[in-house]
């Protein structure tokens, strides 16, 4: 009888763990296919119900919370991944992120405190991802993100239902917007993603909604019940039809793959809202949207889905698209997809110009520097150029997404990789010469809240928009807010002061600043520095101003300073040096040489780089280390030529000749091992590849890098555009690299440091492929040549 009773005990844990393990690899199933929600259902009976072995657990934890987390469910994501932290005995490099996602989780959730310490001990496993320290140290003193919320007030739009509603955008005398939101009849094709509906394009015309009808919130804080809506039929409803792969509307271009058909008692859409358009709003998701100036042509993003054409990407995923259709006598018509799409990663969100030359979007396409990157296209000869990444001022390791420029041709940006107050935040970058980033600033509350905030649309001094918010119901579905500015653009500008022994560079502390404010608003202020030299001080906007910095011993130096022609709100620093008598009138015959050490890709700071600064004049030589931020400063005198270098293991530089009758601003970039440099003014004969006079001139300058680094070996790679055969072009090409290296070992380069290598058109630079009519001008674009760094030391 004992022995039956252990048997059956045996047989019953037997088919428990059976049990167990059927129901984790459903999870996992659910979990690969990007089905989040039904992946979490299964995770958390997984969790509840069966024994797990140590690593099981750990692993159905991290499944489970990301799943949360990606479907913005912070509360929950906190609760698991604090349990999975807490269970890990030591740190293990498979669950590293889940220190990020916890730490973003707690943002999200407003616990700063705590967020600040997680994203410090994620410092400490990922040291090169800047994320951790920088929000760590906004963490610290969050408040700074605060000090303008006064001069905003927001409006909850009462056209909201309880569907999501997001990324408005201005047309005619209206809103296009995005919504899930479903007549009361209609079948609802959901995702598994989150199971919620797929998204179409609505329009709400000029109304009393828009105008007063609305209710003050005033910050992140407020709540608001959302308006039920009664129903209405609405003409030109889908035909929903078999389920596919699909992107989620708020992180941009994660993917989920299956969709099955509920029944939609929701609420409807208003009275005053319609459905933009029958041949636009498709059975997939659609938007957001831009529109030209003149209204005549939309850009939209779509599912991989066109003239009834269905794509997937080699791992069976419906990617988002770009696509444009014009207007035609009221319809939208002949919906063409933008070339720099592919069925492998997805592209989305449109934003133009106030020209409309300039296309900026969002896309997940290699190269990238996080999750979604922002990039650019150019229409030029009537076409749009090949996509150009706006570079790590603007993309992070994160995700930037719903690009907005406003009339002034400045770009709005929602970031979850900026620091912010949680998920994504709204971020302006002040661009010059149409794509050049001069600043990027947080907007700050309460235009930006703990959750998601994205899809703004505004004018160029920012006195009235729109914008979308999930702040409302604790992250769930999204809303559309309006916001009118009441106060002034900034609130008082952050100003640090440095002062210094202009001569030993020493911090001075104790010294002694007087601010006047000139417009007679504030009595003048005295304040003194600490035991670095430092102060900070808050000054008025729009005002002018008078320091003076002063100390035994020195002469005093006054600056005026002035608040009033101030584009952005970053906070600013000011060097101010004292000098004593002797020193004062030797100083006002010194310059400045400054700049910034680079990487050749990606344009990354470089630290620990010794910069060697020789005067021709004398030749005497100046040497410094760069720290973290790669900058480097040599106070020099006038009327002298200097040669400039940087020096460290495994990297190389071409350096520079600088003159120093002015200030110079000289960044240097540094190459290393697999970098890819390309040789300008490198051309060829037609069908010809001997060496021109031109071309020697520019290989005189690769022989000297070559003499400077006498262990560097390169491969020379030469292209050509793609007229003539395939065949003809890689036979060219090889011959036009042998003659270049030949080149370079008559004029003293062994010949082993060269490899010569031909790719004829097999590596086009932009879309003049075979059969593609291109100018002059493009075609010479791919007719290059390269060097590939193979060693440096």
Not at 98 to 116: I, V
Not at 529 to 539: A, H, K, M, N, P
Not at 714 to 741: C, P, Q
Request: glycine share 8%; hydrophobic share 30%; charged share 25%.
């Amino acid at each position: 009888m004992r022995s039956f009773y252990l048997l059956c005990c045996l047989i019953g844990c037997f088919v428990g763990s059976a049990r167990a393990q059927s129901l984790l690899k459903q999870a996992d199933r659910q979990f690969d296919l990007l089905a989040y929600s039904n992946a979490i259902d299964l995770y958390e009976q997984v969790l509840n119900r069966s024994k797990l072995s140590e690593e099981e657990r750990l692993a159905t934890l991290s499944k489970l919370g990301y799943s949360y987390r990606q479907v913005r469910d912070t509360q929950n994501a906190e609760r698991v991944y604090r349990t999975l932290l807490e269970q890990l005995k030591e740190p293990k490099t498979d669950y590293v992120p889940c220190y990020l996602y916890y730490a973003q989780a707690l943002a999200s959730n407003g616990k700063y405190r705590e967020s600040q310490e997680i994203y410090e001990l994620y410092s400490t496993f990922q040291p090169t991802d800047q994320r951790g320290k920088q929000f760590s140290q906004l963490y610290n003193d969050v408040s700074i993100l605060s000090r303008n919320a006064g001069s905003y007030r927001i409006q909850f739009l009462e056209t909201n239902t309880t569907q999501a509603e997001f990324s408005p955008m201005y047309y005619r005398d209206g809103l296009v917007f995005v919504t899930n939101r479903r007549s009361g009849n209609a079948l609802k094709r959901v995702f598994n993603w989150d199971d919620s509906a797929f998204l179409d394009l609505y329009y709400l015309p000029q109304t009393p909604e828009m105008d007063e009808t609305v209710a003050s919130l005033g910050g992140a804080s407020a709540s608001r019940k959302k308006k039920q809506l009664r129903h209405q039929r609405m003409l030109g409803e889908d035909h929903y039809t078999a389920p596919t792969a699909n992107d989620t509307r708020t992180v941009g271009f994660q993917t989920g793959t299956a969709a099955h058909n509920l029944s939609d008692s929701e609420t409807t859409p208003s009275d005053e809202t319609q459905k933009f358009s029958r041949t636009l709003n498709t059975k997939y998701h659609e938007g957001p949207v831009a529109f030209t100036k003149d209204g005549t042509k939309v850009f939209f993003t779509r599912n991989n889905y066109n003239n009834g054409k269905y794509r997937e990407s080699s791992d069976d995923i419906n990617k988002l698209k770009l696509y444009v259709a014009e207007e035609h006598s009221g319809n939208w018509r002949n919906a063409q997809e933008l070339p720099f799409n592919s069925d492998e990663y997805s592209t989305g969100h449109p934003a133009l110009s106030p020209n409309d030359k300039l296309l900026f979007f969002a896309s997940d396409r290699p190269g990238g520097f996080g999750g979604t990157d922002l990039y650019v296209s150019r229409f030029a000869d009537g076409k749009w150029s090949e996509p150009v990444n706006l570079g790590n001022h603007i993309n992070t390791k994160g995700n930037e997404l719903f690009p907005f420029v406003d009339d002034r041709g400045n770009l709005y940006f929602s970031s979850d990789g900026h620091p912010g107050l949680g998920d994504l935040d709204i971020f302006y970058a002040q661009l010059t010469n149409g794509t050049a980033v001069k600043s990027v600033q947080n907007l700050g509350e309460p235009l930006n809240s703990s959750k998601d905030d994205f899809g703004i649309v505004t004018d160029g001094v920012r006195m009235m928009g729109y914008l979308s918010s999930n702040r409302l119901r604790g992250g769930s579905d999204d809303d559309i807010y309006r916001f009118r500015r009441e106060g002034p653009l900034y609130a008082c500008r952050e100003l640090t002061l440095h002062v210094f022994d202009g001569q030993t560079q020493q911090p001075l502390a104790n010294a002694q600043l007087d601010v006047d404010q000139q417009d007679g608003q504030q009595e003048k202020r005295q304040v003194q520095t600490d035991s670095e030299g430092i102060i900070r001080i808050c000054l008025d906007p729009d005002s002018d101003f008078r320091l003076a910095a002063s100390m035994a011993g020195y002469a005093s130096n006054r600056v005026g300073f002035s608040t009033r022609a101030l584009s952005d709100d970053q906070p600013l620093r000011l060097d101010i040096p004292l000098y004593t008598a002797p020193a004062l009138t030797t100083q006002l015959l010194k310059s400045k040489i400054r700049g910034q050490v680079l990487t050749h890709t990606g344009r990354l700071p470089i630290d620990s780089v010794e910069v060697i600064l020789r005067n021709l004049c004398d030749s005497t030589v100046l040497t410094m280390v760069t720290g973290p931020d790669g900058n480097y400063e040599f106070t020099v005198d006038p009327g002298c030529e200097y040669t400039i270098e940087a020096l460290k293991d495994c990297l190389g530089t071409t350096g520079a000749h600088i003159s120093s009758n002015v200030d110079s601003a000289t960044n240097l970039t540094m190459f290393r091992k697999g970098d890819i440099i390309e040789i300008q003014n490198i051309y060829y004969d037609l069908n010809q590849w001997a060496i021109r006079p031109d071309a020697g001139r520019e290989l005189d300058k690769l022989v000297a890098l070559m003499k400077k680094y006498p262990a560097m070996r390169i491969e020379m790679r030469s292209h050509t555009d793609s007229r003539g055969s395939a065949e003809y072009n890689k036979t060219l090409s090889t011959k036009r690299a042998r003659a270049a290296v030949a080149y370079l070992s008559r004029n003293g380069i062994a010949v082993h440091r060269a490899k010569a290598t031909g790719y004829g058109e097999s590596m086009l630079l932009n879309e003049c492929k075979d059969g593609v009519e291109c100018p002059e001008a493009k075609q010479q674009r791919n007719r290059r040549t390269e060097i590939k760094i193979l060693q440096v030391e």
